[in-house]
């Protein structure tokens, strides 16, 4: 399974969003896949803020990659737990 990778972060340390240009934390882990390129059990991440969680869903959800959507504590919470 694919981790997002927490070490870049912003000028607070912590990750920031995959948005394209966004400086932000990162709030979001968006989980996906393409099921042209990936098998079914692999996951990439996309790091989202608050203010674009729903347009890097919606990006993903429309080509039928979006597989999950959870907040970046749980995610690494769930990482921990394995």
């Known amino acids: 399974m694919n981790f997002p990778d927490t070490s870049a972060g912003s000028s607070t340390g912590s990750p920031v969003c995959s948005a394209k240009g966004c400086r932000a934390d990162a ?13 079914p059990e692999r996951r990439k991440t996309w790091l989202a803020c608050d203010e674009h969680r729903e347009h890097l869903s919606s990006f993903l959800g429309v080509r039928g990659f979006l597989k999950d959507v959870v907040t970046l504590a749980e995610w690494e919470s769930s990482a921990a737990d394995r």
């Open 27 to 39: 709030v979001w882990v968006l989980a996906w896949n393409n099921p042209k390129l990936h098998t």
